[in-house]
């Protein structure tokens, strides 16, 4: 990217993230995966710059485009947003694994191995207040593969436009049990096909849930991004990837919210958008933690051990 190009975009990121509430605090020359130029600006709230995160972007995109400068307006309003909690990195799966995502390399690439794919990598790690104190903290290298198909309905292979439904899918999959987090390991494949995305109604598709479902989510979510992880500091209940990843909306997800503060589960803010774990809530520890490990016993390989001992007729 020449020093022009480079000066014009980190204008017009400067200028999209302080109508979001964000500031630029530094920037820097990186590269993809194909060794393409990009640039990698690390943004934090204007009132509190001790939580950041990396706004990664490459000398293709074009920011002058309204549609495009729409949705990453949209992107920094909801990271704005997100900053505020204690561990903006965390996200919660429906079978209650604490989740952190970091290490994904931005925009996709080409596939190298000659598939007609797009692919992104990025790396999971298991949250539970626990695995941060040993050697190898459970986790999982990812591979997300984007298909031709797919990357049609995505209006640029950016961060802003694909990284929370790449974080939905890698949930989505470990939900069903094809991700297995490790101390050690290659790459696991996560497929991001039209499966995940309904033409006719023209949005995401994770996971049909009921209100109560829902509410047993936002529970947990409480329990471990701010009352184990957190320090009991308040967490986004109405996070608009979480309402992606339930197939719900914010609207909904703030009525769970509220019912459950009705019930003395979770404590509401004033502006009742974030919640922090009650009393009531942390004294069930002993079943989040019992959830972690069936998930864990859930997503570990199985293997037929009549065929290991040698006893098949193949």
Known sequence: MSTGAQAVLSGQVEAAAKAAGLAVISSEVGRDFSGEPTTRFMLA???DNSKKQVLELSDKF???????????GTYLAEAAKRLKNP???CYLTLHGLPLSFEKFTWPFHASTSGADTFLVHGEVRLEDGESSLLHAPLHAKIAASMTVT????VKAPEQPFAEGFIYNAVRKTMDQGQ??????GNRQPVPVTTRFYSPWKKRFSFNDTTEGQRQ????AKVFWLSGVLGDGKPVWVLDPRDAQYLNTTVEELK????????????????????????????????????????ALAFIKPTFNEEMRGGHTNM
């Open 62 to 72: 074009d920011f002058s485009r309204a549609d495009l400068l729409a949705e990453v």
């Open 179 to 184: 991700l297995e987090l490790v101390k050690s």
């Open 87 to 89: 561990r903006p990195d």
């Open 255 to 294: 009525k769970n919210a509220e019912a459950l503060a009705g019930e003395g589960i979770v404590r509401l803010a004033a502006d009742t958008e974030y919640a922090t774990a009650t009393e009531a809530l942390m004294g069930h520890r002993a079943q989040y933690v019992a959830e972690v490990q069936a």
């Open 150 to 153: 797919f990357a049609e309905i």
């Open 45 to 47: 709230q204007v009132a």
């Open 216 to 219: 047993e989510y936002l529970a």
